[in-house]
């Protein structure tokens, strides 16, 4: 049986399929566009073959795709876009991270959830640590194994924070309230996020508080990456004990966007949530060691 086609074509493929029909084209209009026969623009479309870059400006400006749109769909089918931090790390990155990753490289807005703990693109290095710790202690990982996931870990970091997309964070009051590493690392977890919150930067941060917990119960962690500009353009990235699933189905996405954005509507203000945030860490409420 063959590999899935990688999500990054099968969202260039839908994306010109879409245009393709907005302008009313059939597959064999697209085909005379390109000098080619039909099955080749399915197997574009599906995701099953990529896309030469002049192929794919030909068809965009046949179609009559606006400027930003075609620079964005150019990134994602770039051969370039096939090497990252997530290759360099391959043998530690599950295959749901190293399907989202390219996409997550190119967004333009991440938006993130998590119940239980803080997100991996949020944590400092000690917290990092221990979390990378406890979840490989019970399969034997060696420490030069652990020390790659730690790498990988703050490479994404410096990948995808240090190009400032617009980032939203609702991270629920529990994930704030487990010690992880000690009281020492948490407190150090804590007063980072407080920094950042007050920031006022490109990294927004909300708590949704446990007196909010149905919201949490219904919903679990995600990131969701959107690439500006193009229609149904993005990927969700669902985390699991294996590594995680990365879902790049319009619906799919479409659906965890309305659960984010319904928790964000739940959660508080980025000015309360950073006030909450000061208060925690200067209150230092957590149970000893």
């Given at each position: 049986?063959?590999?899935?086609?990688?999500?990054?074509?099968?969202?260039?493929?839908?994306?010109?399929?879409?245009?393709?029909?907005?302008?009313?084209?059939?597959?064999?209009?697209?085909?005379?566009?390109?000098?080619?026969?039909?099955?080749?623009?399915?197997?574009?479309?599906?995701?099953?073959?990529?896309?030469?870059?002049?192929?794919?400006?030909?068809?965009?400006?046949?179609?009559?795709?606006?400027?930003?749109?075609?620079?964005?769909?150019?990134?994602?089918?770039?051969?370039?876009?096939?090497?990252?931090?997530?290759?360099?790390?391959?043998?530690?990155?599950?295959?749901?991270?190293?399907?989202?990753?390219?996409?997550?490289?190119?967004?333009?807005?991440?938006?993130?959830?998590?119940?239980?703990?803080?997100?991996?693109?949020?944590?400092?290095?000690?917290?990092?640590?221990?979390?990378?710790?406890?979840?490989?202690?019970?399969?034997?990982?060696?420490?030069?194994?652990?020390?790659?996931?730690?790498?990988?870990?703050?490479?994404?970091?410096?990948?995808?924070?240090?190009?400032?997309?617009?980032?939203?964070?609702?991270?629920?009051?529990?994930?704030?309230?487990?010690?992880?590493?000690?009281?020492?690392?948490?407190?150090?977890?804590?007063?980072?996020?407080?920094?950042?919150?007050?920031?006022?930067?490109?990294?927004v941060i909300h708590v949704l508080p446990l007196t909010r917990g149905t919201q949490v119960a219904a919903t679990g962690?995600?990131?969701?990456?959107?690439?500006?500009?193009?229609?149904?353009?993005?990927?969700?990235?669902?985390?699991?004990?294996?590594?995680?699933?990365?879902?790049?189905?319009?619906?799919?996405?479409?659906?965890?966007?309305?659960?984010?954005?319904?928790?964000?509507?739940?959660?508080?203000?980025?000015?309360?949530?950073?006030?909450?945030?000061r208060d925690m860490a200067a209150r230092r409420v957590l149970r000893s060691d």
């Amino acid at each position: 049986m063959s590999a899935a086609p990688p999500a990054r074509r099968r969202l260039t493929g839908a994306a010109l399929r879409r245009y393709r029909e907005a302008v009313g084209y059939d597959l064999a209009d697209a085909a005379r566009v390109l000098g080619c026969d039909r099955s080749k623009v399915s197997r574009i479309e599906s995701g099953e073959r990529g896309i030469r870059a002049e192929e794919l400006r030909i068809l965009l400006a046949d179609y009559g795709v606006d400027t930003s749109a075609a620079q964005a769909l150019l990134a994602l089918s770039a051969p370039s876009l096939t090497r990252g931090w997530w290759q360099e790390f391959g043998g530690v990155v599950a295959d749901g991270m190293a399907e989202f990753a390219p996409i997550e490289a190119l967004a333009s807005a991440i938006a993130i959830f998590e119940a239980h703990r803080v997100s991996d693109l949020l944590q400092t290095e000690d917290y990092a640590k221990a979390i990378i710790a406890a979840s490989q202690a019970d399969d034997g990982a060696e420490q030069a194994t652990r020390d790659s996931r730690l790498a990988a870990v703050l490479a994404r970091q410096r990948a995808v924070l240090g190009r400032r997309p617009d980032v939203t964070v609702v991270i629920a009051e529990a994930a704030l309230l487990n010690v992880v590493g000690g009281t020492r690392v948490t407190r150090g977890q804590l007063d980072w996020l407080a920094r950042v919150a007050s920031d006022d930067g490109h990294i927004v941060i909300h708590v949704l508080p446990l007196t909010r917990g149905t919201q949490v119960a219904a919903t679990g962690p995600m990131t969701i990456a959107d690439v500006g500009g193009v229609p149904s353009l993005g990927a969700v990235h669902v985390p699991g004990v294996r590594g995680g699933i990365c879902l790049d189905d319009p619906s799919a996405v479409a659906a965890h966007t309305r659960a984010f954005e319904q928790l964000r509507m739940h959660a508080l203000s980025p000015a309360a949530s950073a006030r909450f945030l000061r208060d925690m860490a200067a209150r230092r409420v957590l149970r000893s060691d």
